[in-house]
């Protein structure tokens, strides 16, 4: 039975895509085992959809991911078919929470929530985690777009400590490696093993392997 990690956040173009996409393709890498992979797109805007597409266009060179874009009633088989098919199943979701986000959150075993350090996206993040609450499920904020240091993160941080909201240590900074690897249908530990975008990834990526071990 697969793992699932859904992305979810109601707030628009916080990162849930990318992070979806540099995840699969980093859990599906050899060197992390060569998983079974499924990515399942819930949003109408469909851009995990056009980043397997290009993916797959590639052919035979990064591995392959199993792709779904179920909506309404097929959502439920189309988890429960993915959950025999693959070792990992992510599930990107749009920013709402309608039918769809809420049961991609039901069945997750870990709810990841990005946030930009900004209070929009801060303020956000608690309907996602109320939500995750009610559903009894593990979630973790994942700080998106951060500055190493600064006002900003000292902010950011500052505020999810005061509400002792659960996040997960590593943070992806605000990368240009992150949307060109995605226009070429790659994760970044694909597309740029070496940058600092890749290694924040992977450590994203480590914190991540333990929650679903
Ligand atoms: N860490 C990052 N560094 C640089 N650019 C990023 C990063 N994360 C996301 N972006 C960019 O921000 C934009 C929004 O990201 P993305 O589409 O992943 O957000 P989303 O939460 O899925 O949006 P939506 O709510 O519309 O589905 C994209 O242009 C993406 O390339
Ligand atoms: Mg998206």
Redesign the pocket.
């Known amino acids: 039975m697969a793992r699932i990690i859904t992305v979810a ?1 109601q ?9 979806v ?1 540099h995840l699969a393709a980093a859990l599906a890498a050899a060197a992390a085992g060569g998983r079974r992979v499924a990515v399942l797109d819930t ?1 109408p ?1 469909h ?1 995990l959809a056009r980043w397997h597409a290009l993916r797959a266009a590639r052919g035979a060179g990064p591995p392959a991911l199993i792709f779904a874009d179920p909506a309404g009633w097929r959502l439920g088989p189309a988890i429960d078919k993915l959950r025999r098919e693959a070792d990992v199943v992510l599930i ?1 979701s ?2 709402q929470i309608d039918t769809d986000a809420r049961l991609a959150v039901r069945v997750a075993d870990l709810v990841l929530i ?1 946030v930009q350090p900004s209070p929009p996206d801060l303020w956000a993040a608690e309907g996602t985690l109320a939500l995750a609450a009610a559903e009894r499920r593990p979630a973790r904020l994942v700080l ?2 951060a500055p190493a240091a600064g006002r900003l993160r000292d902010w950011v941080e500052a505020e999810i400590a005061t509400r002792a909201w659960p996040r997960l240590a590593a943070a ?8 060109s690897a ?1 226009a070429d249908g790659l994760g970044i530990t694909e597309a740029a093993p070496r940058s600092t ?1 890749a290694a924040e990834l992977r450590a994203l990526l480590t914190e991540i392997e333990e929650l679903i071990a």
Do not use: H, M
Not at 172 to 179: E, K, P, T, V
């Open positions: 956040q707030k628009g173009g916080t990162g849930k895509t990318t992070l996409a949003d805007q851009s990107d749009p920013p990005p998106n777009r992806l900074g605000n990368r240009i490696g992150f949307a995605f975008a």
